[in-house]
């Protein structure tokens, strides 16, 4: 079985942002960029199962510029098997990223594809379900433990208020909550080999896809700075507090 | 000039970023109250390769430069592990050069793969009480008998000797007055460290417990004619090569520390709130640590120089001892600033800067003095005449 993992180069987790001052955007310049936490924590999931004898080969798609080649490699120096970029300087939207993956699945014909459940960038955490819908394939997200057997993937779930488990038939989606692994980190001499892997380079017009943009960003501010809390000595000031200042009760 | 780093480079730094994340600031404490070699950190580095970082391919090495050297070893000291972690694997990377370039093929076989693999460790045998700096001046012989050479004599500051199963040593197999110069006639091995000729005596120490420094005596230690590196008389010259690496290693180690003391100063002054505000929106506190900065950036330029000049095979003697020079006193002065700046907590252990700054000192002092680089400097860059 061939296994696809998407995966999104972000501005790094450790990095504090700043929104550009015409408000346009988030100021990227000379900042530092990873792969999507989400992200690496699907590579390893597809690592396992490999590893496992479940999966045969790992392939790495990342669709933005030409650094998210950069992004590949890591997924390659953690054990993907090759790559394949889909070049664009347009920042895709959830929906455009799903139709590409699927005309990409319909060349690749992957028996799984394990996404982020979301990227920590915009959170919008649809791709993977927009995917699943495109492809009409089953679908398993915020996944924390998957079990393949005899052809049936298993897959927990963290839902509101505890775990659910569903069954799917493959070819299948799952997207990726925190709690599914650990990540590991690439050794040095996977680093290195990770250099010959062939990554093969795409664009958005030989799949057919338009990729203009269907949301247009009015503006992107700062959240608001947190006001310090005032503490309160009884529930009887708390009340009289949500009440009569606040006016919330 | 580009002063970023490559993909790959960057990918190294990650990687061991990651690494060291497992070996937290209380596990290096811990290091550091009840000593012990930190083999789980070791041996997690073994693992993932990086003990052959700049090791040749053929022997299971990653072929790497002294500039990713550097980047490994600064991330390493970086990651709060300072000089207990880098110490711990410092000799590895570079120790072993003489055999790479000097070695035959069948010694490269035979002793490489295991240090690489991490199952040999070894410590290196060239300082002695008589002779400090004055490499020619050592006293360690090497005699030659029937089976191959019988060895002699003390070693000082041999790092993790107590755990070490190999030694690289440095003897004197001709007498100096049989020698045209002092620097001949000494011969480089590169053997089994067998206690039963061997007695190894740890010397308590300022700082970095967990990697022991040792006093090491020898008597009669035999050694096998295999076991010679190179041509016999030559080996004082092998050592040269390894100077200037070892010299940029511990620059980026001195960098590392110095970022993790600023880095925990930095964040100690924006909590800490006296007579009202943080105690970093006052200059006195905020000034020094914005110089530490400048300071180690700075250094840090000149490392990656000194290691870029090295790995395309240009002279960079001034460069790398001048990058240990200034990386030492940047590292120094980042990791007084942080104390400073903690007050009392300073001086608390659990606040780990009292550590870096007992650590950073090994960065001043070793490989070598900051006189005799203000030396060399004064000697071969601005040629002005010799002054011991």
């Keep these: 079985m061939k296994i696809m993992v998407p995966i999104k180069r972000v501005v790094d987790y450790n990095v504090k942002i700043r929104v550009k001052a015409d408000g346009t955007g988030v100021d990227l310049n000379n900042v530092k960029m990873s792969m999507n936490p989400f992200d690496e924590i699907a590579v390893e999931e597809a690592i396992r199962l490999k590893e496992a004898g479940s999966a045969t080969e790992i392939v790495a798609v990342s669709i933005g510029p030409q650094q998210a080649q950069e992004t590949i490699r890591t997924a390659l120096a953690m054990g993907a098997d090759r790559g394949i970029l889909i070049k664009t300087d347009t920042d895709a939207e959830p929906l455009t990223v799903a139709k590409l993956l699927k005309a990409l699945c319909a060349e690749e014909k992957p028996g799984l594809v394990i996404l982020g459940k979301q990227a920590i960038d915009n959170d919008c955490n649809q791709t993977g379900q927009m995917l699943a819908a495109l492809l009409q394939w089953p679908q398993g997200t915020f996944a924390s433990k998957l079990a393949l057997s005899s052809g049936k993937l298993a897959v927990t779930r963290e839902v509101d208020g505890g775990l659910q488990t569903v069954e799917l038939n493959l070819p299948a989606i799952v997207t990726t909550d925190l709690r599914l692994n650990e990540p590991r980190y690439a050794s040095l001499p996977n680093i290195m080999k990770a250099k010959k892997k062939p990554i093969d380079e795409k664009t958005p017009e030989a799949l057919g896809i338009d990729t203009a943009p269907r949301l247009k960003t009015l503006k992107v501010v700062e959240p608001p700075k947190r006001q310090s809390g005032v503490k309160v000595k009884t529930v009887g000031e708390l009340v009289d507090k949500l009440r009569n200042e606040v006016g919330i009760i | 000039m580009d002063f970023s780093l490559t993909a790959e480079q960057q990918s190294i730094r990650d990687s061991i ?35 052959g970082i700049a090791m040749p391919p053929e022997y299971g090495g990653s072929g790497l430069g002294v500039t990713e050297a550097a980047l490994m070893m600064q991330a390493i000291a970086q990651s709060g592990a300072g000089f207990s972690g880098a110490s711990a694997v410092h000799i590895n990377l570079f120790g072993p050069n003489p055999i790479v370039v000097h070695g035959t093929e069948e010694q490269k076989r035979r002793l490489l793969p295991p240090l690489i693999q991490g199952k040999d460790r070894t410590c290196f045998g060239v300082t002695e009480p008589n002779a400090g700096l004055n490499t020619a001046a050592i006293e360690t012989r090497a005699e030659r008998d029937n089976k191959g050479w019988v060895a002699h004599g003390r070693k000082l500051w041999t790092s993790t000797a107590q755990s070490a199963n190999k030694i690289l040593l440095l003897a004197r197999t001709t007498p100096r007055d049989k020698c045209r110069k002092s620097t001949d006639g000494l011969s480089l091995f590169y053997t089994d460290l067998d206690r039963r000729y061997v007695e190894v005596r740890e010397i308590h120490k300022m700082g970095r417990k967990a990697v022991d420094s040792n006093a090491v005596f020898i008597d009669g230690l035999p050694i096998p004619d295999e076991d010679l590196l190179g041509e016999e008389g030559r080996g004082f010259y092998y050592l040269l090569d390894g100077l200037n690496p070892e010299r940029v290693l511990v620059a980026a180690e001195a960098v590392g520390l110095g970022r993790a003391a600023l880095q925990r100063a930095t964040a100690y002054a924006k909590e800490r709130v006296v007579f009202g505000r943080p105690i970093g929106q006052n200059q006195a506190i905020q000034h020094p640590l ?24 240009q002279p960079c003697g001034a460069e790398a001892n001048a990058a240990k020079y200034l990386a030492a006193e940047a590292g120094y002065h980042a990791c007084e600033r942080a104390v400073l700046t903690h007050g009392g907590m300073g001086y608390a252990k659990e606040f780990h800067v009292e550590r870096y700054f007992r650590e950073i000192l090994v960065a001043r002092i070793a490989p070598v003095s900051r006189e005799m680089i203000l030396n060399y400097l004064g000697e071969r860059v601005l040629g002005l005449p010799k002054s011991y």
């Design chain 2, 290 to 313: 914005a110089q530490s900065w400048a300071e180690l950036e700075a250094a840090n330029l000149m490392v990656f120089k000194a290691a870029a000049l090295y790995d395309s095979g």
């Design chain 2, 17 to 51: 970023t990651k690494l060291c994340a497992k070996y937290d600031a209380d596990y290096w404490l811990r290091r550091d109250d009840e000593g012990g070699f930190p083999d789980d950190f070791v041996a997690d580095l073994a693992a993932g390769g990086w003990l």
